[in-house]
Nanobody
Framework: QLQASGGGLVQAGGSLRLSCAAS????????MGWFRQAPGKEREFVGV???????????SYTNVVKGRFTISRDNTKNTVYLQMNSLKPEDTAVYYC?????????????????????WGQGTLVTVSS
């Protein structure tokens, strides 16, 4: 299972780091993603992080967070992180971590919920203006 944590209340312009710890499963180089759901809206893709098949990890982000959010992972702790900087009120949402235990897929496939088979319970991020 996945356990997300680190959410809270922050002022606009501030930063938060979310964590997602996996237990009972090991994602290693597999794809790990973050989605979010704002009040009254559908859940949306935030970013994904996976091994590129060579010598490095690659990440892909939705345009509205690009340059502000960064995904990283610590495989020794079986944990993935979402560093969120320059937060805006419109970033307010419940953030979900998710993982794909299957074979590596093109990054664009991970922009939808379809390839993911593990989901965390969500952690609430509230950004005040």
């Amino acid at each position: 299972q996945l356990q997300a944590s680190g959410g809270g209340l922050v002022q606009a312009g501030g930063s938060l780091r979310l964590s997602c710890a996996a237990s009972g499963i090991t994602f290693g180089t597999g794809a790990m993603g973050w989605f979010r759901q704002a009040p009254g809206k559908e859940r949306e893709f935030v970013g994904v992080h996976r091994w590129n098949g060579g010598s490095a990890y690659v990440a892909s982000y939705t345009n509205v967070v690009k340059g502000r959010f960064t995904i990283s992972r610590d495989n020794t702790k079986n944990t993935v992180y979402l560093q969120m900087n320059s937060l805006k009120p419109e970033d307010t949402a419940v953030y979900y971590c998710t993982g794909d235990s299957g074979p590596r897929k093109p990054l664009s496939v991970y922009w939808t919920e379809a390839p993911y088979d593990y989901w965390g319970q969500g952690t609430l991020v509230t950004v005040s203006s």
